[in-house]
Structures are given as C-alpha cells and as structure tokens.
C-alpha cells in the first residue's frame, strides 16, 4: 500500500523561487513538501562557472527569513551605485548619463550579486536540515486537485495530501499546462550571453547599464574570488550581454582573447585590461505572463507565472517577490488555522502579484525596444531624457526605490 503524507503545502520546482520559498514556509512551521524533477546534488557547480544573481535590497529579506542567507559560502557583494549610459561599439558613452547612489535612497545598497553556485549550494544544505520540510528530488509527480485539496501522487514513492500545490517549475511549467492556463508569450530575437570578467581596476561596486544598439550590457559587481578557475582575481564583475542572436553566436564562437576583447569594446576602459574567467552561458531572450496565477489549489510563482527582458536584472527578484507574497498569505492562514489554499487567499495572491509583474514586464519591453536601436530620431531624445531624470530628484528617488524592490 503506498504511503500518504500529509502536508501544509507541495512545492514543485527546488529552483532559487522554489527552493527559497520552501525553505521559508518550513522555518515558519508550515508542513511543506518539495519536489524536483531533477537530482540536487548535480545541480551544484564545483567549479566557478561565471553566473551569478543580482538580489535587490527587498528581496535580501526572504533570503535571511528562510536562513539561507548565513548560509551562503562565499559573502555576497554589495551594489552601491548604478550608472546608466548609451552609446555604441568602439565609441565613448554618451556624457548626459544617468547615476544613482544608494545614500540618496538611505543606508541599505540597492542589492547585492552571489554567484548562482553559492545559491545552489545554500539551498542544498538548507533544505535537507529543515524539520519541517521533506524533499523528494528527483522525483517525477501527477498531481490531482479538488476544491477539497490537492493529492501529489510520487512515481515510485508515497502520496502527499496538501491544501495547495505550488507550481515554481520554470517557463514550461507543467502544471500550469495540466490547468490550461493561457500564456502570453513574445520573442526578442536577442540572445543574453552571461559570463564572469576578471579586471585590473576596482569596480568600486558600481554596476553598470550600458545600452547599445543591439541591446543592453550590464557589468555586475562581485566579491574578490579565491576560486582557483578565476585565478584568484581580486577584482571580477558579472556581464550580461544582450546581443542580435547571429552576432551572438559569433561571439559565442571566438577564442578567450578575441571574446574578451570584444567585451572591452562595449565596457570601455575604466575597468582596463579585461579577462573572462568560468564558462559562458547563452539564453534565448523573450517575454511571457500567465494570464493568471492560481486554479482550484495551485499558485503559479517565478518563471512559471512571468518571464522578463534581463534589461534590468529584475527577473529573479520578482519570482521572489511572489515568494514573499505567497509565503505572508499562506503563514498568515496556517497560524490562523485556515485553509491554506482556499479560492480567497489565491485570489488576495494573485491581486497582488501579476499587476506588478505585469507593470514590470511592460517597462522591460518598453526600455528595450527604446534603446536597442541606432535611429537617430531617437538617440538624442533618449540621451536627454536619461539626463532629466538624473535631474529630477522626486523621479529619481521613485526609480531608485523600484531598484531596491521596495
């Protein structure tokens, strides 16, 4: 006879959102189950492989609520100043630029980068340790859900009866498909090359937005490593390259010097000489959002409800932020001694959530439909426009704000 489990909450999907998101339900007493198609072991990178996230200040809290922040091996680096340019290959950026500086906005930076491994590795850990969490990874599940509650059947393993099933499977999810809930989707035709620089200069922990007409180029600034694949540089920063997919895979195609002198072309000189460090990574880039988030005992979270243009490295930080509303709905319940996944808390999420995604993927596409062209009828107009709002102190301190996930 096959086991039944019963259980608070199903999360599937042990990713950064699910993994976090599970890991801050248990700690707050919540019984909660996770489930991943894939090994977690595997999915820890040894070996500095050059992804890394950007955390904003706000989602900083879900990290130190679901102990997984002290638990992150290498210290994450702070974003204390953002610089926002324009400008094209081989030329200087344009001088009327955009600069925010986290004393205007208070204490706290605006964020902070962790490489993706230090994440992974944390939330490996973590999870096994959690009384109140029981992780079945990998495991393949069905799930079956009814206005009484939900029963996650586990191929080869026991069934969990729980009052709600968290889907945080990524874009394809398939419990999202297994509810029929329509998807928007658009494409970029752009590829984001991720990869890690070492460089002769201090970042002075500043990030940097540099929009060309191919797309945005962000450099990230991250800790010093003592990782032998980084050769120890004291100095290393992040990049996000968005580029036209056939110019992408040139690049993607040239040896380490040729590719990272094709870096130092878009960044410029204030970091000097410029080396990759780790793996490169390419992404498809384009946009999609559910058009809702929940069914009868499911809540869509992260990737499987919305996906964004990187263009201001706010992807993984909204997932979170569905994870902080999640999680307070589904607490608040539980101590309550309410159903966790009645039709009025998801809906209460779901109001809560998918307009600011909605809000944030709009900007995204509007920003990057913006800037990554050459037109000039819109290059000037955008440069002063980018200069206004350096100005303009109210506007500033409101996008500062958003910057932080406050």
Request: charge should be neutral; include cysteine.
């Amino acid at each position: 006879m096959t086991e039944t489990i019963s259980a608070d909450v199903c999360v599937v999907g042990a990713g950064p959102v699910g993994g976090t998101l599970a890991c801050r339900l248990a700690t707050a007493g919540v019984a909660t189950v996770l489930i991943d198609r894939a090994a977690l072991p595997p999915m820890e990178h040894p070996a500095f492989d050059g992804r890394a996230y950007a955390i904003a200040a706000g989602s900083r809290s879900l990290l130190v609520e679901a102990g997984l922040w002290d638990r992150l091996p290498e210290p994450p680096n702070p974003i204390l100043d953002i610089r926002v340019t324009d400008g094209r290959v081989d030329r200087p950026a344009s001088r009327l630029h955009l600069h925010f500086d986290h004393r205007e906005a208070g204490d706290s930076p605006f964020g902070w980068m962790l490489e993706a491994r230090g994440l992974r590795r944390a939330l490996n850990a973590h999870v096994r340790e959690l009384a109140g969490l029981r992780v079945f990874a990998p495991a393949a599940a069905e799930v079956d859900r009814t206005d009484a509650g939900a029963l996650v059947r586990i191929a080869g393993g026991p069934s969990i009866a729980c009052g709600l099933v968290i889907a945080a499977e990524g874009r394809d999810s398939p419990l999202r498909d297994a509810a029929d809930i329509p998807v928007t989707r658009f494409d970029y035709s752009q590829t984001g090359i991720v990869c890690a620089i070492s460089h002769e200069l201090p970042h002075h922990d500043v990030a940097l937005e540099h929009f060309l007409p191919s797309g945005p180029f962000a450099v990230l600034p991250m800790a010093p490593s003592t990782d032998a694949e980084a050769g120890g540089a004291p100095n290393v920063s992040a990049v996000v390259w968005t580029e036209r997919r056939r110019i992408a895979e040139t690049m993607l195609g040239l040896d380490d010097v040729r590719f990272a002198r094709e870096i130092r072309r878009r960044l410029g000189d204030h970091l000097g000489h410029v080396h990759t460090v780790g793996r490169r990574w390419k992404y498809p880039l384009s946009a999609m959002l559910a058009h809702r988030y929940v069914d009868t005992r499911l809540a869509l979270a992260g990737d499987a409800a919305h996906g964004i243009h990187p263009i201001a490295g706010q992807g993984l930080n909204l997932g979170l932020r569905d994870a902080i509303a999640l999680a307070g709905l589904v607490i608040a319940a539980k101590q309550a001694g309410v159903d966790v996944g009645s039709p009025a808390l998801l809906a209460r999420y779901q109001r809560a959530r998918r307009p600011d995604n909605l809000t944030m993927l709009m900007m995204t596409d509007g920003l990057d439909r913006l800037f990554s062209t050459n037109h000039p009828a819109l290059r000037l107009p955008r440069d002063l426009g980018i200069a206004a709002v350096n100005l303009a102190q109210p506007l500033k301190r409101v996008l500062m704000r958003r910057a932080m996930g406050a």
